[in-house]
């Protein structure tokens, strides 16, 4: 039985709205990049280190290194992948190095007071880089840091 007032017919019990016209447009597929809500907070790649956690957010072209001592709280290290960034994209070494000093402090602020030493000792940041090459679960965050360019050491 149809109702022409409202377009919709009735079959066995089932209501059936009107046929889209040709103003009708398809779904659009979702919009990549910056999301919003639950999404937002899952990386996009992760490394469990003995330390803690590197993650890479795809919507914010960052690692985070979460610190993994329950001491600490809420310890992060974050860091961006674009070239103009501190550590110029690469900062999967100096997040490694950071992870590996968080169960040596007993304060987030003493384990955040490493930062600037770290970056600085290029051995403690060659030995960090090393030991995530070892990793076989590491490709997934390596592969979201910055490429060398041609005659490039890391920093």
């Known amino acids: 039985m149809a109702d022409a007032a409202n377009g919709e017919e009735h079959v066995e019990g089932v209501i059936v ?38 993650s890479y957010y795809v919507s914010k072209h960052a690692f985070a290194a979460t610190c993994g001592n329950p001491m600490h709280g809420a310890c992060v290290l974050t860091r961006s992948s674009t070239k103009r960034a501190h550590m110029k994209g690469r900062p999967l070494s100096l997040m490694a190095a950071w992870l590996q000093q968080g169960p040596l402090h007993d304060t987030k602020e003493s384990h955040w007071r490493t930062i600037a030493e770290l970056a600085c000792d290029a051995e403690a940041l060659r030995s960090a880089r090393q030991e995530l090459l070892l990793l076989p679960a590491a490709g997934g965050v390596l592969a979201r840091e910055r490429g060398l360019d041609p005659g490039e050491a890391d920093p």
């Open 17 to 54: 709205g009107p046929e889209p016209g040709p103003e009708a447009e398809p779904p659009q597929p979702p919009v990549l990049g910056a999301q919003r809500g639950p999404r937002a907070a899952r990386p996009d790649a992760s490394l469990d280190l003995p330390g803690g956690v590197i």
